[in-house]
């Protein structure tokens, strides 16, 4: 494939074009490359409001009513309820894998079985995670497809 | 999940398999050791009432905010001595059990099925894990990720 970049002036006309015959699986996944790297989220930390990378995330958690994303070394707190980044990010690779958690899963390193049907989540970052029994079928499937 | 979830996919499988197990042990054992013995129609009772006393320890497993590995081994270790207790008075009140050493090695035998039973699981579980795992990284090096 042929790669093109044309420097502009004006930021907010940045913009991906793929010129393609047919949508195959490798351009979906450049498309859903492009879109987690361009996406930046909003959130508080130390009383201080910071832009991240949605792709520097490792997961996000719901404790209480309060929902903290983790990127490397770093925890922000954000105003979006859980299930909802859950729907908005789900084709960036961010699945649901338990109550509490939405785990990117471009940043998993690997899994491994834990007790009565559920799983460890072994983070890039050297967290564990628990994938509830619940989800793991989703989560299969989001990986391994319909396997 | 909720309560209702749990009873029909945990207690009421659970209940279902044991009891389509004792009849088949039932039927292989008689058809060996007395394939002449004949039953009245209370017979039909007895894998009922074994598979629903063998499925109410399961009860202990339920819990509604996802538990931690430590938690889950501890209920297992309480849904295992249940388990025994359960069927053990159960087999000593009907007068089936007649000598200590009779009991011991029911004990014994029921704790060699519970063991397997979670070894099978276990090993089906890694046998995933390790599919997962391979089918991850192939989504990671597509998606450019690989770190």
Known sequence: MKVRIK???DKADECLVIECVEVTPDIESIRSYALTKGTTLTGSMDE???QFNLSDVFYFE????????????????????????????ADKHFIRCSKSF???LIKLESISPALNGRFTAHMKNGEKIIISRQYVPDIKRAVMGGK | MDFKTFF??????????SVTCICAAMALVGMVFEPDARFSYEAFLSPLIFGATASIPSL????????SLRQTAIRNVLHFLLLEAVILSILYFLGLLTSVSMAV????????????VNLVMWINDK???KEFNYALKKLQDDYGAGE
């Open chain 1, 62 to 89: 719901a404790v209480d009513e309060r929902v903290f994303a983790y990127t490397k070394g770093r925890s922000y707190e954000l105003k979006i309820r859980l299930y909802e980044l859950e729907n908005a990010y």
């Open chain 2, 105 to 116: 090695s029911l004990g014994i035998s029921i704790f060699v099925i519970d063991l397997t």
């Open chain 1, 48 to 50: 201080r409001i910071y």
């Open chain 2, 127 to 129: 046998r995933t894990a």
């Open chain 2, 60 to 67: 202990v497993q339920y819990s509604k905010k996802d538990l």
């Open chain 1, 7 to 9: 420097q502009i002036s």
């Open chain 1, 102 to 104: 939405v785990i990117n």
């Open chain 2, 8 to 17: 029909v996919k945990k207690v009421m499988m659970s209940f279902f398999v």
